[in-house]
């Protein structure tokens, strides 16, 4: 293959990342757009970076010395990165790179001033940007510096920054190779950034854009204030124009200086307002050839706008595709499930194929499209009532769509309103065999779904999967069940709405639900507290489980003392709930049965904390304290006017709530071990794939849609490449947050407490569970690293079930995400833990170790120390 060191901007285009770097790929594109003007230039390709290296083998040592190396050892990342700058800054360009680079100079103007900036070939990726990471250098003018700085961008690939990024995120150095982009040199009057979308709200259809006077370089580096305009639909909508006393110009000799801006001109706008727009409209272009918002740097030289850069923009959350063209308003599911981490391809695909109403994914996340509902005014007020119950949050964020008048069209009310979303209307006697009954159908349900499912293989597993989905769906919506739930959440919240208007008491339901029956995410933490019992006599067991790495710990616990004991509690303990985990509604996430040593932290947790018994004492006397409340609570009812008539529909609704209220944990259980089932069965399937050679590796079936993965069996074909395409996109979506509420515009609304009723400083959130505790704040983001002493507080993201074992042993609980009947909430209530949800930011605002006062009934969080 013939090397190629030095190629023309307009031989380049975007599909050339390889050769010549994101952003010489980028500016290549760029030069090819009809209307768009760039600085005439050429690439010094990565061809030539590739020889410079060679010059120097021994770099390869530094680098194997630069891989070992931890991101947060800073000093040690500082000297060797130098040492590599001052290698590659020394060594000699070849003859014929620098006749190269030489030639391509000379046919622009050797006497001409150029700017030389560095493209990485890992810059300005879809879903990666690396902007400032590498050197660029303006206005250097003479062959003999323009060869000198084209080394020093070689040699910036090793900035401590540019390293640091990479050793994070696991990008191998010896795969990332430097470009130059050299061209010539523009000498703007005013100079700026323009984002397609805004970089705030994420609004697709707002534009931003930033003007400084003089070269752009002062403003990207935060060294000057820029004039800020909000552009949509070719309207200014927002300026603000700033007092600009610097500005960055170039000299005559070359280099920049920072010069003192004229008092009279500092506040005016550096451009016209027909020049922002037609600035945006050319934006508009270059967005629309790449296909993604685009973060461009522009420069204005006699009214000629000149672009120097376009990368994309990679903050921004996706939005679900629906191709019509009409505005959609989204709910997160993730907020209502209590679990916001991305999920992958296959995991998404299950759950919609499982779900009973209509999802959209974006950015590895689901939505629900709510703009139907929305539109009508009766449907509006059911689902805004729903909403507010569960989520206030949520509740404001669609108060605020529709507030705006004109992007939710308006329909006529189809009818009277139905009841609300989720709900069912005919009621129910207060049968606790109602309960029982409905637990056992689904128990024989799942049991004939495992024996069935293991007399099918390859496609025909999959039309077997496709029939049980749909057998899944039946069991989910399943009337009396439906029934079951909303008639003990109206239980619990008529006694907490009755009871504040006739004893003044706030969230009563809350102590009357203690240990009520049937609550499965409850016993699942209380029988963790039964398997501690087990193994706190066996000193061995304790000692080796406080080692245990390898999840086939299990099978050498039975050589110790006591061991075969520990063994067999953690199995039955296992055979009962492990089909759960953290972000058990992704059925790609390993369960507990597949990891169990995600369980070892908190059972190691309940060994040191609690004395023997405590699960059942623990349950006895919530029970107790129940009794004690409806007892209290009967008595002072009696005292009051027409107190008979109050105490009997109190005590109707106390039964009530008690039969019924712990059934709002089963369906989630029935799900989750469906989905194991169907789990061990696409496992079962990948297996034989891999040994066909058709897939790399079992895990790689997670990448693709159900449909996908079916299609592979069918065919024995996969793309090797759609899988790739599909790990990166999931890394990408790792470090997007997904908003409560999300448009077809792409702006993210995150609602608002609008509350006036706490102390000054205190976190808002959503009270869901009574009471006021004070304690040590433990900040947990991930279960296995578990480390509670009595009296602690969790303070976390959010909490699905299997966060619940966690619960026995902290008195409060701090979440981010929830609503009144999530998981955590409910869990809390169970077990008498006074806790806030829906606090935003608690884990980065609340440090690890701090003292914090929990307000449960109040919905409210103070930090003390």
């Not at 023997?612 to 005292?639: H, I, T």
Request: charge should be negative; include cysteine; aromatic fraction near 6%.
């Amino acid at each position: 293959m013939i090397e190629q060191y030095v190629l023309g901007l307009q031989e380049v285009d975007e599909t050339q990342g390889a050769t010549v770097g994101g952003k010489g790929a980028h500016l290549g594109a760029l030069s090819r757009i009809d209307g768009i003007r760039v600085p005439a230039g050429f690439c010094v390709t990565t061809d030539a970076f590739r020889r410079i290296m060679a010059e120097a083998p021994w770099i390869d040592d530094q680098l194997d010395q630069l891989s070992r190396l931890h991101p947060d050892d800073r000093e040690a990342i500082g000297t060797l990165s130098a040492e590599i700058r001052r290698t590659i800054e020394g060594i000699v360009l070849p003859d014929d790179v620098a006749a190269a680079i030489t030639r391509a100079l000379t046919g622009l103007g050797a006497r001409a001033a150029y700017a030389v900036r560095s493209s990485a070939t890992a810059e300005d990726l879809p879903t990666a940007s690396f902007a400032g990471q590498q050197d660029t250098y303006l206005n250097v003018m003479g062959l003999a510096a323009i060869l000198q700085h084209v080394s020093r961008c070689w040699a910036s690939l090793f900035t401590e920054r540019a390293v640091t990024y990479r050793q994070r995120n696991g990008i191998d150095h010896r795969t990332v190779y430097m470009a130059v982009v050299v061209q010539k040199m523009v000498f703007p009057q005013v100079a700026g950034v323009l984002f397609t979308a805004d970089p705030v709200t994420s609004n697709r259809k707002v534009a931003s854009v930033e003007a400084s006077f003089g070269l752009g370089e002062a403003l990207v580096s935060g060294r000057v204030n820029a004039d800020a305009y909000k552009v949509r639909d070719s309207e200014i909508i927002d300026k603000a124009v700033a007092t600009k006393r610097l500005a960055v110009h170039a000299l005559p000799g070359g280099g920049t200086r920072e010069q003192a801006i004229d008092s009279e001109q500092q506040d005016q706008p550096a451009l016209t307002d027909a020049q922002v727009v037609r600035l945006v409209r050319l934006g508009r272009r270059i967005e629309a050839h790449f296909g993604h918002p685009q973060d461009i740097e522009w420069c204005l030289v006699d009214d000629d706008f000149q672009i120097v850069q376009s990368r994309p923009i990679t903050t921004l959350f996706p939005v679900p595709e629906t191709g019509d063209g009409e505005n959609h308003v989204y709910v997160s599911v993730g907020h209502q499930q209590m679990m916001t981490d991305p999920m992958k391809p296959l995991g998404l695909s299950v759950w919609q194929l499982t779900a009973l109403a209509p999802m959209y994914d974006a950015g590895g996340r689901l939505f629900v499209d709510v703009t139907r509902r929305l539109a009508s005014p009766a449907s509006r007020a059911g689902l805004l009532a729903v909403m507010g119950r569960g989520d206030p949050l949520v509740r404001d964020a669609l108060e605020t769509v529709i507030d705006r008048g004109d992007f939710i069209p308006s329909l006529p009310d189809e009818g009277p309103a139905g009841p609300p979303a989720g709900g069912a209307p005919a009621p129910i006697e207060t049968d606790p065999a109602i309960v029982t009954d409905l637990i056992e159908r689904s128990r024989a349900s799942i049991a004939t779904l495992q024996r069935d499912i293991q007399t099918t293989s390859g496609p025909a597993r999959f039309d077997f999967l496709l029939a049980a989905f749909q057998e899944h769906k039946r069991a989910v919506g399943e009337p009396r069940s439906m029934q079951v739930i909303m008639a003990g959440m109206e239980a619990s919240w008529w006694l907490n709405e009755q009871l504040q208007a006739w004893l003044g008491e706030k969230n009563a339901a809350d102590t009357l639900t203690l240990s009520a029956p049937h609550n499965v995410t409850s016993e699942m933490g209380l029988a963790l507290l039964d398997v501690a019992d087990v193994i706190r006599p066996h000193p061995e067991v304790v000692a080796f489980l406080q080692k245990v790495e390898d999840e086939g710990f299990l099978d050498e616990l039975a050589k110790l003392p006591g061991g075969r004991e520990a063994r067999d509690a953690i199995r039955a303990y296992l055979d009962r709930y492990g089909m759960r985990c953290v972000g058990e509604i992704d059925i790609t996430r390993p369960r507990w049965s597949e990891r169990p040593t995600a369980l070892v932290p908190v059972i190691l947790d309940n060994i040191r904390n609690f004395e023997p018994g405590a699960g059942k004492r623990r349950f006895e006397q919530g029970r107790q304290k129940a009794e004690r409340k409806e007892q209290d609570v009967l008595e002072r009812l009696r005292a009051l006017p027409d107190g008979e008539r109050k105490a009997e529909e109190t005590k109707r609704m106390i039964d009530r709530v008690r039969t019924f209220i712990g059934y709002r944990e089963y369906p989630k259980y029935a799900i989750v071990s469906r989905y194991f089932v169907y789990k061990q069965a696409l496992l079962e399937e990948a297996e034989r794939l891999v040994r066909d050679n058709v897939l790399r590796e079992r895990e790689d079936i997670f990448y693709l849609t159900f449909q996908e993965l079916h299609d592979v069996a069918r065919t024995h074909q996969a793309d090797d490449q759609l899988i790739r395409r599909r790990k990166e996109a999931f890394r990408s979506y790792q470090a997007l947050t997904p908003p409560r509420v999300l448009t077809s515009e792409g702006e993210g609304i995150a609602g608002a407490y609008r509350r006036d009723d706490v102390p000054t400083g205190a976190l808002v959130g959503l009270p869901v569970s009574g009471g006021t505790v004070e304690g040590r704040a433990r900040v947990i983001l991930d279960l296995a690293e578990t480390d509670l002493e009595p009296g602690d507080i969790l303070v976390t993201a959010y909490t699905d079930p299997s966060w619940s074992p966690l619960f026995v042993a902290v008195e409060g609980l701090v979440t981010e995400v929830g609503g009144l009947m999530t998981h955590g909430a409910v869990v809390a209530r169970e077990y008498g833990l006074p806790a806030v949800v829906g606090v935003e930011h608690a884990t980065k605002l609340i440090r690890d170790g701090q003292r914090i006062r929990v307000h449960g009934t109040d919905g409210y969080v103070e930090i003390l120390s």
